[in-house]
């Protein structure tokens, strides 16, 4: 079993960036693909970002590339998503997820555990 809890959500403004955390716990991280997903109002949850148990593999929708970046620390079992030149767009409740999978899985079904979500709110 593996617990996660993301944290650094908030209000920016357009342009501005934010750094979300989401730390592990139960069983050991290291082997498990990390992925951040984010669902908006009225809208279905959708990819944004996984990274290989390594860190040495990263995969970024489209939206995002080149403006966010999936990064991980095995040692403090935690996963972060740098989120630069933030748009309205990007507002959404974003979630942190593990797969226990060599790879760097783009659908949430193949994601084991979930976290709660943070709130990203960004205005124009």
């Known amino acids: 079993q593996v617990q996660l809890v993301e944290s650094g959500g908030g209000l920016v403004q357009a342009g501005g960036s934010l750094r979300l955390s989401c730390t592990a716990s139960?069983?050991?991280?290291?082997?498990?693909?990390m992925g951040w997903f984010r669902q908006a109002p009225g809208k279905e949850r959708e990819f944004v970002a996984a990274?290989?148990?390594?860190?040495?593999?990263?995969y970024y929708a489209d939206s995002v590339k080149g403006r966010f970046t999936i990064s991980r620390d095995n040692a403090e079992n935690t996963v972060y998503l740098q989120m630069n030149s933030l748009k309205p767009e990007d507002t959404a409740v974003y979630y942190c997820?593990?797969?226990?999978?060599?790879?760097?899985?783009?659908?949430?079904?193949?994601?084991?555990?979930w976290g709660q979500g943070t709130q990203v709110t960004v205005s124009s």
């Open positions: 997820a593990a797969a226990q999978t060599t790879g760097w899985p783009r659908n949430s079904y193949e994601y084991n555990y």
């Open positions: 139960g069983r050991t991280f290291s082997f498990y693909a």
């Open positions: 990274s290989t148990w390594s860190g040495g593999n990263t």
